[in-house]
Each structure stands twice: as C-alpha cells, then as structure tokens.
Nanobody
Framework: QVQLVESGGGLVQPGGSLRLSCAAS????????MAWYRQAPAKQRDLVAT???????TYADSVKGRFTISRDNAKNTVYLEMNSLKPEDTAVYLC????????????WGKGTLVTVSS
C-alpha cells in the first residue's frame, strides 16, 4: 500500500524556518514527480513547489526565494525547506506523488500543519 507521510510541521514565529519531509513507501520513488501543496482554512489547495524525477524544480511566486524543494531518491524522501516564514504561509502542507509514466498513479499524504504566528 502506497504511503506518503509528512513530518516537520509546527508553530514558528514570523521570519523563522522549518523543514518539512515526506517519506514515500511502496513506490518506485525515482519514477515519480513530487510536489508540495498547501491548504489554509476555508481556502483552496494551492501548489507550492514541484520537483521532477530528474531534479527540475518549480515554485509558486509567493514562495520563490524563500522555499526550496529537494529530493533524496536513496531515502525515498522529498523535502521542503521554508525560510523567512510569514503568517500567510500558515496552512496544512501536503505531499503529492505522480508517476511520470502514468499520471493516474497519483498519491497524497495526509499533511502536516504549519502555523506561523507570534
């Protein structure tokens, strides 16, 4: 059974940093493009960052220059380094995996809550 398990969320002050992790199991990790999304209360789910199986990255304009997505294929893990956090970054952050050969193989984690507040 495919599992994506996020960790690393928590409460942080504005200007602070957090590193999120998403550990994947039961998938051939190197065949998946990975992404982080976020969903704030009563708002739609938004794409934050993506990383291809070869390491090409993209970012939402709102996080460019502050967030960095990376992956470790040996550990089946994708990371999101978040710096200069703002209150508007508060959301549940969810990990997504999409198979590069079959987009119907699309999996989600349950999310980790990030709260940015003083």
């Amino acid at each position: 059974q495919v599992q994506l398990v996020e960790s690393g969320g928590g409460l942080v002050q504005p200007g602070g940093s957090l590193r999120l992790s998403c550990a994947a199991s039961e998938i051939t990790f190197s065949s998946y493009a990975m992404a982080w999304y976020r969903q704030a209360p009563a708002k739609q789910r938004d794409l934050v960052a993506t990383i291809s199986n070869s390491g090409y990255t993209t970012y939402a304009d709102s996080v460019k220059g502050r967030f960095t997505i990376s992956r470790d294929n040996a550990k089946n893990t994708v990371y999101l380094e978040m710096n200069s956090l703002k209150p508007e970054d508060t959301a549940v952050y969810l990990c997504n995996a999409v198979n590069i050969y079959n987009v119907r193989m699309n999996y989600w984690g349950k999310g980790t809550l990030v709260t940015v507040s003083s």
